[in-house]
Structure formats: C-alpha cells, structure tokens
C-alpha cells in the first residue's frame, strides 16, 4: 500500500473537484481500486503503486490544463479520464500558443480542441477542399468558421462566404413572411453564433455591411465565381446532386472550401437524394481535396449527447450494415 499528495495550490480546488464533488466521483470510478480523498487544496491516493501512477498521470494533466484555461468542463474532465491513446493525452498537454485558431472577444481563445478537429485544420491547411463529416456537436462547423475568420485575419482571403441550402423551405423563401434577410436568417443561425463567438459585434456588423463575411443560402451561390475567398458549405447532406456540383465549381483562384455535412441527418423530401454521399464516393482521391470523418469522441457538448449519438449509431447498425461510407 503506498500514498501519494498531490496539491492542488495552482487551481482552484473548488472547479477541480466540481460541483457537488461530481468531477471528483468521476475519478474514484475511473480508478476504482484506489483510495482518493480530498483535503483541502491536496488530494491523496491510496493503493498499489501500479494503480496510482496513472491516476497521478492523470490528475497532472487536468492541474496543468487548468493552470492554462483556469477551468474544466465536465466534459473535458471526462475527456482526459477515458482518453488513454496518446492523441487525446497530446490534445491536453502544454500547446503551443500558435495553435490558437482565433482570439475572440473577451480573451476567448478558439482552438481545435479534439483529435478530429486538429486533423480538419491540418487538412485545411494542406489543401483547397475539405470535406467534414460527422454527427451533431463534433464541431465541424464552428472549426470551419474558425479556419475561415484565421484566413481572414491573416489576409490570405479577402473575404467569407458561408452558405447553406435553405432545405426546410424549400430553397424556395418566397411564402415565408418578412424580408429576405428575415426569411433566410433562421436558417443560418448557427453560422452567425459561431461567428459571434470569434468577432467582436461591432466588427462584425462593419464586416457584415461591407460584404467582408457574407452569409447566404446556397441558391444565391448560382453564377457566382468565388476569388480570393474561405467558402462554407454548411448541412451539405440536405443539397442534391446538382447543387453540391454547382456549389464546388463555384470555387475560383485563390480560394479555400469546407463542406460539412452529417449524412445521418438528412431533410430533403423523400425522393431527391443527397449529394454529399457521392460526391465523398466520386472526389475521394483527386489531389487537394481531403476527407475527415469526426466521431462522438469529438463530441464538446453535453456529455449526453456523445451518448444520444453512440445509441442511434447501434441502432442504425441493426436496421442496416450498410453505412454511408462502406460503398
């Protein structure tokens, strides 16, 4: 039996143990033949020396992320807990500071923050077409946004175009009531809050007005040639064929593209198929273009929604063996 103390001095004992010691209990069962007690700005283990060091690996590595970012989600605590390849250990270590993506308002530091996500940068960096797939809440998006608010900071593109096909209406807004910008804004919400989390509002509202970041449905997109710009094609699953063609060969010098999509989630009417599913088939090897799969391990929202999507994946796996990428 041996005991180890590791302080605690240089975090807050309060964000590291969690609310109610709810991260604390996450830890005596990930290590459950440990005895782990908490005093004050110290927690001790108890056991094996075999049992401890890991534990003790692991406790250092949430210490030193948070001497960094100052807290820890639940999520993240868990992250670090389950994580025991070394790509996710590599993804909670001492970072260099120049794999900030953005600095947002507030001091807010925007960075790839899962495996997945850093392959996505990666790939963005070394071609002129990503495509992104994965399931709700793995990021895909937000770290599109990301890549393309870096570009433009850096002024290797002179602007953004982020577009999505207006599915639910049909690509057709002309019923809706109020103006265009009105009938289109619901639909693009969520590429506005990822911006909102990287640009101060005033600048973003100059940025808006001069057409610097422009966002549109992709019908808008049609006889376009796009220079000098970073594209996003959001929810790529709900355009067809010809849409997801028209939206790549809209692509001019200069310019970068990123299509995300989530092939589980697709909303068009029955009998129009998406155009994501082939043009990953058809575009897989052609030089330039990349393909990253995310997963629920890129999940970083609620802990529970890694769980939704594992409990739709088995699901989905009885109903058919054939996935979407299995071709």
Do not use: C, W
């Not at 030193?64 to 590599?90: H, K, V």
């Not at 992709?218 to 028209?246: C, H, P, S, V, W």
């Amino acid at each position: 039996m041996t005991e180890t103390i590791i302080n605690l001095e240089s975090v807050n004992p309060i964000e590291f143990f969690g609310v109610n010691n709810r991260k604390l209990d996450l830890l005596k069962k990930k290590f459950p033949l440990l005895k782990i007690l908490s005093r004050g700005t110290q927690i001790k283990l108890s056991g094996a020396p075999e049992h401890i060091e890991p534990a003790r690996e692991k406790i250092e590595l949430i210490i030193q992320y948070m001497e960094r970012n100052g807290d820890m989600s639940t999520n993240y605590f868990e992250q670090i807990l389950g994580g025991d390849d070394a790509e996710t250990i590599d993804n909670f270590t001492e970072r260099n500071p120049n794999d900030a993506l953005v600095f947002g308002p507030n001091g807010k530091t925007v960075r790839a923050r899962t495996v997945n996500q850093k392959r996505m940068v990666t790939a963005s960096d070394k071609n002129d077409i990503v495509f992104a797939i994965g399931p709700a809440g793995t990021g895909k998006t937000y770290t599109a946004v990301a890549l393309a608010v870096r570009a433009l900071k850096n002024k290797t593109v002179k602007k953004i175009i982020l577009t999505r096909p207006a599915v639910e209406a049909g690509e057709n807004l002309g019923f809706l009531p109020g103006d265009l910008k009105e009938k289109i804004d619901p639909y693009l919400r969520p590429l506005y809050d990822a911006l909102d989390d990287m640009i101060p509002a005033d600048k973003l509202g100059y940025y808006m007005t001069t057409r610097t970041i422009e966002i549109a449905p992709l019908a808008y997109m049609r006889g376009r040639t796009l220079d000098n710009a970073f594209i996003i094609l959001d929810e790529a699953q709900n355009t067809n064929d010809l849409q997801l063609k028209m939206f790549l060969t809209r692509i001019g010098a200069n310019a970068k593209a990123i299509i995300t999509g989530d092939p589980t989630q697709i909303d068009l009417p029955k009998n129009q198929r998406s155009g994501l599913d082939k043009a990953i088939r058809i575009l897989q090897n052609i030089d330039g273009i990349a393909h990253i799969e995310l997963d629920e391990e890129d999940v970083v929202r609620h802990k529970l929604v890694k769980a939704i999507i594992k409990a739709y994946e088995k699901d989905k796996e009885k109903e058919s063996p054939q996935s979407y990428h299995q071709h």
